[in-house]
């Protein structure tokens, strides 16, 4: 139930038998968690995630690597596979057979994004959003990264990796306008847009407001 209060133990002891890791997500609030497209997979899997907002949790999650010998897993860290032996196997060869199609317009984001982002691949954890960004598996947690700011320390910069959904239809419809557009500056805004909305969605602002406006007005137009 989102909301509940929930112990480790009482997390642990809820986990299905084929569940290893202990999942979570640390967020500036609540709300900001609850909302985070990184849950999707979880929520369509019907698997607990737990919640850390308060900024104590930060230095605890930084100490805390796992629990009764389960891991402590974030859930916006790293790649995500979910499922039994079989669904994951099923899940890599459509994964592979996606990134086959996408691998031109891959390609090419990540090299028009890559003052923003380290990569740009296809995700597990989507089902409903078009993208999400993820850190890397060993890197700062955000609380961690306000609390050495808060600290006067100097806090290291991260780039992270822009997740796409490849069965979202704004995908869909850029894959198929790649080939013919991809030169045109009106497709590289309306692409550019896939990093703005994942920023959005985590509650920070888009790099640039003005333009972010302009494109998403001249996607709607269309």
Request: hydrophobic share 40%.
């Amino acid at each position: 139930d989102e909301g509940k209060l929930i112990s480790l133990r009482q997390y642990r002891d809820a986990m299905p038998p084929d569940q290893k890791e202990i999942y979570f997500l640390a967020a500036e609030s609540l709300a900001q968690a609850r909302q985070s497209p990184q849950l999707e997979a979880f929520r369509k899997r019907q698997l607990d995630v737990l919640f850390f907002a308060d900024p104590i949790d930060a230095w605890i999650l930084d100490q805390l690597a796992e629990y009764d010998g389960c891991k402590l897993r974030a859930i916006n860290h790293g790649e995500i596979d979910l499922g039994s032996e079989t669904e994951q196997t099923e899940a890599k060869k459509q994964r592979e057979a996606d990134d086959q199609r996408f691998r031109p317009l891959l390609d090419w984001l990540k090299a028009s994004l890559s003052d923003d982002v380290k990569d740009v691949r296809l995700s597990s954890r989507l089902t409903d959003s078009a993208c999400c960004l993820v850190a890397d598996e060993q890197a700062l947690n955000p609380g961690m990264l306000r609390m050495m700011e808060a600290m006067g320390q100097e806090v290291p910069k991260q780039k992270r990796t822009l997740e796409l959904n490849a069965s979202h239809p704004l995908l869909v419809l850029l894959l198929e306008r790649f080939p013919s557009e991809r030169d045109d500056e009106a497709f590289a805004a309306e692409a550019g847009l896939l990093l703005d909305l994942a920023r959005v969605a985590e509650g920070a602002a888009p790099r640039q407001p003005q333009a972010f406006t302009q494109a998403l007005a001249a996607r709607l137009a269309r």
